[in-house]
């Protein structure tokens, strides 16, 4: 079904399909969808439930198309990554079970295996022959793998409690990133070694980080929303140059509470903030849900004289979800597709405005003047 703008109050008909692919476990347990990532270049979309399964969908055409699970974790799966900078091949997972699995795509198959003794692993991130995972102890942890069997090196003292979030910088694949539950944010660049203190370069201390992304030409820039549904935009690049100050450098603007903010905007349903997606372009977009299910879109831009960082939300996802969503991507910024899931189980494909020119979803996204709903059918 293409995209059609209905004649009543801007309000867009269904456009894409929804699908239930979950279900529920024996015994009438949900099973939530936890994550989700993808690889926009092969259409490919992959999403980790709470039971350590990983099913991987094909999108090529528009539409969910399952291709294989993934069994092997032993707990819930805490986070799930495609090499950086975009190789479909392998996918890597990490666990409360202690251990990071690289995935070959092709075949649903575990071929390799990365474990931690004693601790739970939060969060992972590859790049070319780098594996790192964050642990619930503070821990960063390195392999290579090239050699699976190969421990490289343990960061020890930078966080003090839960890493949520390890990443490589997609286009300075040299630069590396943590965040954790301690409130730190840091910079570290790895291009002569695995140094955890001649590494490090810049940091910001925040409230606790659930999450954080990067955006602007090159990403340069980087988003982060705090456990306590607190929005953060900070000029890292700007942050490691010599001149910068050693405490707060590259601050953009800080939002203690920013549902409190969306909740402000008219038509909104906002209990929680989801995340971000930066188009190929470099603007920012922020999603954001309610308890029933429903996503809103908010562009963001830097802020003004007035502090507003949010622009009016633009494009509203209803119908699809009747919990909470507690992941969405984009899959294909050329077909505007993204992938949401949800504690309902429960994996719905969107299309957004067909019709924007803009070649992402900034140009849909920044315009105010009415509000679009989608929904999927």
Known sequence: ????????????????????????????????????????????????????????????????????DMHGHGAA????????????????????????????????????????????????????????????????????????????AKFEDTHATTVTQVQFHASHAHKFFTASEDGLLCVFDLANGLSEDDGFQAAQNLAAIAEFGFYGMGGGQLWSRSCGEGFVLWDWEAAVKDDMEADGGGLIAALHDARTALQAVPLAQIDYLIGCHCTPGGHLSLFAGSNGGTVTTFPVREPGPDGCIFEPSSTIFAGGHSSIVRCIDVVDFDQRICISGAEDGRICLWRLDAQSEDSGLSRMLRTPQTNARVSPY
Not at 5 to 31: F, I, K, M, W, Y
Not at 50 to 65: E, M, N
């Open 1 to 68: 079904m293409e995209w059609e703008p209905s004649t009543a109050g801007g309000v867009c008909r269904p456009v894409v399909h929804s699908s239930a692919l979950c279900g529920q476990l024996d015994g009438g347990e949900e099973r939530y969808v936890l994550h989700a990532a993808c690889c926009g270049d092969a259409a490919i979309a992959a999403v980790a439930l709470s039971d350590g399964c990983i099913k991987v969908f094909g999108i090529g055409d528009g539409r969910l198309a399952h291709l294989t």
């Open 77 to 152: 799966v805490a986070g799930i990554c495609f090499r950086v900078p975009g190789a479909v091949a392998p996918l890597h997972s990490c666990a409360a079970d202690g251990t990071v699995r690289a995935w070959d795509m092709r075949t649903g198959k575990e071929e390799q295996r990365y474990c931690v003794m004693g601790e739970e692993l939060t969060c992972v991130s590859a790049c070319g022959p780098l594996v790192a995972a964050g642990g619930e102890e503070g821990n960063v942890h390195f392999w290579d793998n090239r050699n699976p069997g190969k421990f490289l």
